[in-house]
């Protein structure tokens, strides 16, 4: 099974800042890798597919990048309704999330 | 617009079964697989199923293996989650969820349905 982590577990950060979110694959996933934004008590929403595309709607603050087993998601400017958990999630074999960043102002 | 609507949650005593259904539509269900994914409380996101389009290919993770059966019915446009020998470890938000295509993930989701295992 491909394990996927996180880092942080958990940010504050003022608005306007940079913000940065690590995700590790056990292995190589390729860019095989999502990024969803979960709001408190709201179904998760694809933000990013394939590593660094950005789905359509979502606002170019964010922004994802890496391939292999090292990921990087940033918001270049946090706002305050970004205010969420963030899960990477690889689809190399069957589907694994992280464990999540909760990202607080 | 796409809408994915589940139902069937509730409370269940354990070893007992309960089957969650999603009714899709804005979009050709047909054309693409389909998700379950569940969230315990306060806990973050685990899959736990995916059929494809047809429903030829189904794959499960390990944890419901046996026990949880997907399914769907194109002519309804409606996903299903047998889930038998129910236990307390499975209590959680079940989400179903579109996949964006030859299985790299969901793109939209439900609002979910619990399903709680008490005794």
């Known amino acids: 099974d491909i394990q996927m982590t996180q880092s942080p577990s958990s940010l504050s950060a003022s608005v306007g800042d940079r913000v940065t979110i690590i995700c590790q694959a056990s292995q190589d996933i390729s860019n095989y890798l999502n990024w969803f934004q979960q709001k408190p008590g709201k179904a998760p929403k694809l933000l990013i597919y394939?590593?660094?595309n950005l789905e359509t709607g979502v606002p170019s603050r964010f922004s994802g990048s890496g391939s292999g087993t090292n990921f990087t998601f940033t918001i270049s400017s946090l706002q305050p309704e970004d205010i969420a958990t963030y899960y990477c999630q690889q689809y190399v074999h069957l589907l694994t999330f992280g464990p999540g960043t909760k990202v607080d102002i | 617009q796409v809408q994915l609507v589940e139902s069937g949650g509730g409370v269940v005593q354990p070893g007992r079964s309960l089957r969650l259904s999603c009714a899709a539509s804005g979009f050709t269900f047909s054309n693409y697989g389909m998700h379950w994914v569940r969230q315990a409380p306060g806990k973050g996101l685990e899959w736990v199923a995916l059929t494809y389009y047809d429903g030829g290919n189904k794959y499960y993770a390990e944890s419901v293996k046996g026990r949880f059966t997907i399914s769907r019915d194109n002519s309804k446009n409606t996903l299903y989650l047998q889930m038998n020998s129910l236990r307390a470890e499975d209590t959680a938000l079940y989400y179903c969820?579109?996949?964006?295509?030859?299985?790299?993930?969901?793109?939209?989701w439900g609002q979910g349905t619990l399903v709680t295992v008490s005794s």
């Open positions: 969820a579109k996949d964006r295509g030859l299985a790299a993930g969901p793109d939209y």
């Open positions: 394939d590593a660094s």
